[in-house]
């Protein structure tokens, strides 16, 4: 028995040292362990596939950096002899990375000057606060906003709003329910005193003292608190879960909205580099823009029906304007007053960030020739990371407020020399510009730069080595599926994927076997790499899944099988629109049932 103590004791420990120093286990392991692949098979494909399934584990398992892992390529393919160091290293600061780069520095002006803030209250204001509306109006203003700024900023600056709604709807219907047991209580009391004028018999003093007002006052108190507390839970988990998954939702409507689109538009370029730009901002907008109102309104739907229940009259309101209604309106009004007119500031960066939409989308809209048509004539000179540039450098130029000279103060007279000169070097002190660098090195994810050019290496990588054609080759059996299988199955595989595994690994590990696989099969490669990069986005089961689950999680209302339960859901209703969309308008848009000259690429160069 003593030895059965001691062995389990030991089991236990070694356990726990296991699972302490688990990140350098798998460091030091994951490459020995896979160290034959190479030695066995020394060829050029076997090389690049082992780096690639050492970068996979890493990225999977996060024992070290996601951004230190997409350097790997840097040292391991010139030490393998697949690509030398130079060309590796030009990847890693390519055009999607300044696409990148510009949309963000944009959006970290937003951020700055709270212009994001006032916009979301304003739209709130207007919707109305009725629960359905409510829920759709924070929905709305998330996915809208989370299109041009990170989703993480959108799901932590929304969250708190929607928790101080909520809160002053319990507390004013605390109050109503209160006043109106109150006044219950005092009118039975009165209607008691008129008629018991005369001593009870003793027996029936139990009776009345059961029938006091005071003791039914409480237990109705108490029973309505409990009954509110329970609604309000119900209410607070729908709206958290509203807002975080909105922002995944809506971050998938723009090219820059979310990394993986930007990868995907990297690895298109990389890949086929005679693809014509057929992935810009206007043309992902305009696939992705509807499928996300979709996703969007069926979302809504799905949380309605599971948080707030089918009563549409009870939930809309029908025209009801209540006292709830109006306390809660009365917050974010008094959330919206607290900032104040809207300063030069907000409205040139406003200024700034509608001319970098319309310039996106004017840019080659392919309807019609864009502005930057006649510039490209004779190649991609002007490209939507160009625009994204430009404007992000007027930020560091416009002053935050308008240049003027202080008028002269004849008070100045009565003032010593001192007080003079220090009054004048203060009305003469230049207003700082719209974004300074200070800011942009807090806020700016530089991990996000490295990971991008990691997933641009792996692609060259696997086609320089001939682990595309490989790969390629060995998929080529899928030709005898439907096209609409193979595509429905991949986005299930993926959308499966993400849950455990960051949504820019994903995309990076998969979208370059994805090309592969349609080049063989005659397939056009966005029919596949356009639904799969969506749905790498739609990490809606797991807090850990994605950082907008885990902001709303971390309050606390939530529980690990609340977004389980919904997060299913809504992870096959998304499936469902982006194939919905991907055999209907983005068949249309792209061409997706013809199989692209610009694709058969046979090449062994990046």
Known sequence: ????????????????????????????????????L???????????????????????????????????????FPLLGIMESGKVCVLYLKDSNMLFIGGLLVAIAVEHWNLHKRIALKVLLI??????????????????????????????????????????????????????????????????????????PLDNFTKQQSQDPESGYD????QRRKDREAKYLLLNKGMSLSVCYSASIGGTATLTGTTPNLILKGQMDDIFPGNGDVINFASWFGFAFPNMVLMLVLSWLWLQCMYLGLNFKKSFGCGL??????EAYKVMKEEYKKLGNMKFAEAGILTIFVLLVVLWFSREPGFMPGWASELNRNGQFVTDGTVAILMSTLLFIIPSQLPCISSYNAEDDHDDGENNTRQTERKLKAPEALLNWKVVHERMPWNIVLLLGGGFALASGSEVSGLSIWLGESLAPLKSIPPFAISLLLCLLVG?????????????????????????????PLYVMLPCTICASLAFMLPVATPPNAIAFSYGTLKVVDMAKAGFVLNIIGILCINLGINTWGTAMFRLDTFPSWANVTHGAP
């Open 496 to 524: 499966t994927f993400t849950e455990c595994s960051s949504n820019t690994a994903t995309t990076t590990l998969f979208l370059p076997i994805l090309a592969s696989m349609a080049t063989a099969i005659e397939l056009h």
């Open 127 to 200: 919707v109305g606060v009725r629960p359905a509306l409510l829920m759709l109006g924070f929905m709305s203003v998330t996915a809208f906003l989370s299109m041009w700024i990170s989703n993480t900023a959108t799901t932590a600056m929304m969250v708190p709003i929607a928790q101080a709604v909520l809160e002053q709807l319990s507390n004013t219907e605390a109050e109503r329910d209160e006043r109106e047991l109150r006044e219950g209580r005092d009118n039975q009391a009165f209607e008691m005193a008129e008629v018991t004028t005369t001593k009870l």
């Open 219 to 222: 237990l109705a108190l108490e």
């Open 1 to 36: 028995m003593p030895n059965n103590s001691v062995f389990c004791l030991l089991i236990k420990e070694t356990g726990r040292f296991l699972w302490t120093y688990r990140n350098y286990l798998i460091i030091f392991i994951t490459p020995l362990v896979f160290l034959p």
């Open 38 to 76: 190479p030695v066995i098979i020394p060829t050029s494909e076997a090389k690049c596939g082992y780096i690639i399934i050492v970068m996979a584990l890493y990225w999977c398992t996060e024992c070290m950096p996601l951004a230190v892992t997409a350097l790997l390529p840097v040292i391991l």
């Open 321 to 326: 304007n209540t006292e709830l209604d109006r």
